[in-house]
């Protein structure tokens, strides 16, 4: 893996690192905890500047997420809450599940668009619910685009500072991310287990009384 983004980089430079960025949405198995540390090591070589990586990253990292976000849109809320009557135990959420997280969404959805964005294995699925819940597009950007820009610099500085042991990056944050899609994968199967399809209708009966 360290070999295919070294040439891509080495080869095609700032447009290569926007490319590699935009995939790593699309392509898990192209992290960018991999290809950012080795953006900054090509930089402090003196092959690429700083700046231009970051740019080149983050600019990769917003246009990435747009199909994310579009296929929210394309989904919608109420074809959601159609699915989460049919298939509910499978989504862990039902109808009225949708209506709540739409309307903590409205809410936080700056907030969570800006810190999923800085989150591993988050950062792709933020998209989703922003699409999905109306947010619209250029807040969207706004959040993505600050979000994507402190997680690019973050990771690029690493590998600049860090030069020949760029490397290391990814052996700190490979666990976290282990750990947090681990965390995952628990929930949801813990979420299907227990699921019950009158859940919200107990829930609603006990907010009345």
Known sequence: MFGFIERIIGSAGYPGIALLMLLENVLPPLPSELIMPMAGFVAASGQLNLAGVIVAGTLGSVVGALPWYYLGKVLGRERLKQWAGRHG?????GARDVDRAN?????????????????????????????????????????????????????????????????????????ATNAIVAGI?????????????????????????
């Not at 135990?89 to 959420?93: S, Y």
């Not at 922003?130 to 950007?141: I, K, N, V, Y």
């Not at 227990?194 to 919200?200: K, L, M, Q």
């Open 89 to 93: 135990r499978w989504l862990t959420i």
């Open 103 to 175: 309307a903590w969404f409205e809410k936080h959805c700056g907030k969570a668009v800006f810190f999923g964005r800085l989150v591993p294995a988050v950062r792709t699925l933020i998209s989703v619910p922003a699409g999905l819940f109306g947010m619209s597009l250029r807040r969207f950007l706004t959040y993505t685009t600050l979000g994507g820009a402190l997680w690019t610099t973050a990771l690029a500085c690493a590998g600049y500072s860090l030069n020949d042991n760029y490397q290391q990056v990814s052996h700190w944050l490979d666990p």
């Open 185 to 209: 994968v628990l929930v949801y199967l813990y979420r299907v287990a227990t699921w019950r399809r009158d859940r919200g209708t107990r829930e609603e009966a006990r907010t009345a009384q």
